[in-house]
Nanobody
Framework: QLQLVESGGDLVQPGGSLRLSCAAS????????IGWFRQAPGKGREGVSC????????VYADSVKGRFTVSRDNLEDTALLQMSSLKLEDTAVYYC?????????????????WGQGTQVTVSS
């Protein structure tokens, strides 16, 4: 059974960068589309980005476009979210999830397996 574990969350100043990792165990990520989501305090969970199993389809939420980059390494069964030019409003718990399908036409993707989340705090 697929399990996902996020890491890389931290406290960072506005304008800074962080890289989040999503490591899989129990099953391979080779055929799994991956989504990144976040939940800010007092708000609902929102889609941030997704990447298809081959990496051929990538989608970003408008709020992170141009600042975040999603990637994956299927040999390492890992997905990555590189976050740059971080803003105060990026503060949230970030989750990776296996999703049904990553496509701009089905945004946000439907998650079916969640990781436990990692805290990202942007503060001066």
């Amino acid at each position: 059974q697929l399990q996902l574990v996020e890491s890389g969350g931290d406290l960072v100043q506005p304008g800074g960068s962080l890289r989040l990792s999503c490591a899989a165990s129990g099953s391979t990520l080779d055929y799994v589309d991956i989504g990144w989501f976040r939940q800010a305090p007092g708000k609902g969970r929102e889609g941030v980005s997704c990447i298809s199993s081959s990496g051929g389809r990538i989608v970003y939420a408008d709020s992170v476009k141009g600042r975040f980059t999603v990637s994956r390494d299927n040999l390492e069964d890992t997905a990555l979210l590189q976050m740059s030019s971080l803003k105060l409003e990026d503060t949230a718990v970030y989750y990776c999830a296996a999703v049904d399908y990553c496509s701009v036409y089905t945004w946000p993707p439907v998650p079916n397996t969640w990781g436990q989340g990692t805290q990202v705090t942007v503060s001066s």
